[in-house]
């Protein structure tokens, strides 16, 4: 309810002299396969991690406690290159309330394979709009903004653009001798890195799928408290929608994360659905997913 009155308040310009923070990270560093480097290394760098992500303004509006963005991150170290560089895994994951419920539904669940940074204890992570500092810190800001963005869609129609220009911003400012060095910034590399998520947040086949997830969850989600029929009748428009931008963008990233993030909760939707719902959901979704099909029979 908040943040439908934060909205309201952005429209209005009523406080752009305000600031709190947005993000309400939890925070873990793992060492599965820790060699030579003190662990105590590491254990300083979460708690980098947590201050850098937890206690800077993003963006120019304010969140009020209550309605900061819950999100968890979980660096893998995977590889020692050197005893200051190592290769991880980040996983990254977001959700948002969902009205009059206290359920929160997930808006990103994402592994970044592709995060090489170099670090010492006690070095400063620090973040610049225009200037590239280090591999770290500028991965976390990029996905900093990607969860803003994603966050600010679900509550208004393609309201996160702003943050995904920002977070477009950020990877154009990656210098070409570190995107060499630091693999993800690059379209050549891969077709599932930094590159063509923010590639495809801003393509405008991909605006259809934005649009939808305002749908799904203001309208439907938000909406199933008080009108369950409703609103699921909404989120399955949505799912149709999803599914003219994968037939419009074949192998498009943000459909793969989206799959990643709702298909559990997609199934645990449709299981009090009507047949025909069922039916038309476990179709879509098995087209969309196909690596995962099986697992939409338990909608029925």
């Known amino acids: 309810m908040m943040r439908r009155l934060f909205f309201i308040l952005v429209l209005l310009g009523t406080f752009s002299k305000l600031s709190a923070q947005e993000l309400n990270f939890q925070v873990k560093v793992v060492t599965l396969k820790l060699q030579t480097v003190d662990p105590k290394v590491f254990e300083t760098l979460e708690i980098s991690l947590r201050e850098f992500l937890n206690d800077q303004q993003w963006g120019n509006q304010v969140f009020e406690q209550e309605e900061r963005i819950n999100c968890n991150l979980i660096l893998t170290i995977q590889e020692e290159l050197s005893p200051t560089s190592f290769k991880a895994d980040l996983a990254i994951q977001s959700s948002r309330p969902v009205f009059g419920t206290d359920y929160q539904t ?82 050549v590399e891969s077709n599932r890195n930094r590159y063509w998520l923010v590639e495809n947040l801003l393509n405008p086949r991909v605006r259809p799928f934005r649009q939808a997830m305002y749908d799904y969850h203001r309208q439907g989600l938000d909406l199933m408290g008080g009108n369950p029929d409703g609103g ?61 099909a099986p697992q939409y029979a338990a909608i029925k």
């Open 106 to 187: 997930p808006l990103i669940n994402h592994i970044d394979k592709d995060v090489v940074f170099e670090y010492e204890q006690f070095q400063p992570l620090q973040f610049s709009r225009n200037r590239y500092n280090d591999n770290l810190s500028h991965v976390l800001a990029f996905y900093v903004h990607v969860i803003m963005g994603m966050d600010y869609d679900s509550f208004s129609p393609l309201g996160g653009e702003r943050y995904f220009r920002l977070a477009q911003e950020i990877l154009n400012v990656v210098p070409q001798s570190a995107a060499s060095a630091f693999p993800g910034w690059r379209s």
């Open 232 to 292: 699921r009748a909404l989120i399955t428009s949505a799912i149709e929608s999803i599914s003219t931008v994968n037939q419009a963008y074949r192998n498009a990233m943000i459909i793969q994360m989206f799959n990643d993030t709702k298909a559990l909760e997609i199934i645990e939707i449709y299981k009090r659905g009507t047949l025909e719902e069922q039916n038309k959901v476990i179709r879509i979704m098995r087209v969309m997913d196909p690596s995962n």
